[in-house]
Nanobody, 114 residues
Framework: QAQLVESGGGLVQPGGSLRLSCAAS????????MGWYRQAPGKQRELVAI???????NYADSVRGRFTVSRDNAKNTAYLQMNSLQPEDTAVYYC????????WGQGTQVTVSS
């Protein structure tokens, strides 16, 4: 059964950094896209950043220039380096994997607060 294991969330002060990881296992087929979505309380889930197998990326305007998505294809692992975090980045961050199916991680909480 497919598994997405996320790690790296937590509490950080404004201006700080965090790095999220998402390791995918037991995934059938080739992983075309990996990335991250987030959902803040009372809001809809939104795209944060995605990366295709060929390395092409796409970012939400709100995080472009502060966040960097990367992946290790050999390890089926995606990373999200988050710098200059702000309170509005507070949300549950979900790993996303696209093959012939869509897979979601269980979510990891990121809280930005002083």
């Amino acid at each position: 059964q497919a598994q997405l294991v996320e790690s790296g969330g937590g509490l950080v002060q404004p201006g700080g950094s965090l790095r999220l990881s998402c390791a995918a296992s037991e995934i059938l087929g080739s992983i075309y896209r990996m990335g991250w979505y987030r959902q803040a309380p009372g809001k809809q889930r939104e795209l944060v950043a995605i990366i295709n197998r060929d390395g092409r990326t796409n970012y939400a305007d709100s995080v472009r220039g502060r966040f960097t998505v990367s992946r290790d294809n050999a390890k089926n692992t995606a990373y999200l380096q988050m710098n200059s975090l702000q309170p509005e980045d507070t949300a549950v961050y979900y790993c996303y994997v696209l093959t012939v199916q869509t897979y979601w991680g269980q979510g990891t909480q990121v809280t930005v607060s002083s």
